[in-house]
């Protein structure tokens, strides 16, 4: 079993940058991949950035936001820099087996609120 725990989320200007972390437990993190789905109000949950053997980012934030994720430690992290008002959403750490490298959920966090004002 696998727990997820976000954390990092806040409010932030336009053009700012935030950081969110998620520490995982147990001992298959290392097997599984590991992302990052947002979602906005009134919007499906999407998948924002996935890693396992490789790393993937939507088109909408390509060039903007960065994962990164570290077995040792059990992390993945999402590194988000020139925020858009767009951006706004809740954004939930997600883990579970790759498929064809890109991470289906099985094992969720709680949800960080990023807010981004313009």
């Known amino acids: 079993q696998v727990q997820l725990v976000e954390s990092g989320g806040g409010l932030v200007q336009a053009g700012g940058s935030l950081r969110l972390s998620c520490a995982a437990s147990?001992?298959?993190?290392?097997?599984?991949?590991a992302g990052w789905y947002r979602q906005a109000p009134g919007k499906q949950r999407e998948l924002v950035a996935s890693?396992?053997?490789?790393?993937w980012l939507a088109d909408s934030v390509k060039g903007r936001f960065a994962i990164s994720r570290d077995n040792a430690k059990k992390t993945v992290t999402l590194q988000m820099n020139s925020l858009k008002p767009e951006d706004t959403a809740v954004y939930f750490c997600?883990?579970?087996?790759?498929?064809?490298?890109?991470?289906?959920?099985?094992?969720w966090g709680q949800g960080t609120q990023v807010t981004v004002s313009s």
């Open positions: 997600a883990a579970g087996g790759p498929l064809h490298g890109i991470v289906v959920p099985s094992h």
């Open positions: 890693a396992s053997s490789f790393s």
């Open positions: 147990g001992s298959m993190f290392s097997a599984i991949a």
